[in-house]
């Protein structure tokens, strides 16, 4: 059993950045790939980016590559998510996620999500 709480969410305008966290707790924090998602309104979720536990090894969404940084500290059991140069389509109400194993090579079969905190981007 893995409970995740996200923060540093909330509204900017186009151009700027927010950095949102995910506190991770209830299991053993190195055994997890960590990811970010999102939903937009009127959309289907989508993957946003993703950290192996260990090694450097990231994966992100075409959408928000050079824009959109993640990185953990699993000293602190958290994983954030840099964003910069936002964009109104970046609105969305964003999900940390963790799927049990190392590998980021699927963007699937994550098993435990947070509850989802808002970004509203203003143009």
């Known amino acids: 059993q893995v409970e995740l709480v996200e923060s540093g969410g909330g509204l900017v305008q186009s151009g700027g950045s927010l950095r949102l966290s995910c506190v991770a707790s209830?299991?053993?924090?190195?055994?997890?790939?960590m990811g970010w998602f999102r939903q937009a309104p009127g959309k289907e979720r989508e993957f946003v980016a993703a950290r192996s536990p260990f090694s450097g090894a990231s994966d992100y969404t075409d959408s928000v590559k050079g824009r959109f940084a993640i990185s953990r500290d699993n000293a602190k059991n958290t994983v954030y998510l840099q964003m910069n140069s936002l964009k109104p389509e970046d609105t969305a109400v964003y999900y940390c996620?963790?799927?049990?194993?190392?590998?980021?090579?699927?963007?699937?079969?994550?098993?435990?999500w947070g509850q989802g905190i808002r970004v509203t981007v203003s143009s």
């Open positions: 209830g299991d053993t924090f190195t055994n997890y790939a």
């Open positions: 996620a963790a799927r049990r194993g190392a590998s980021i090579l699927v963007r699937t079969s994550y098993n435990y």
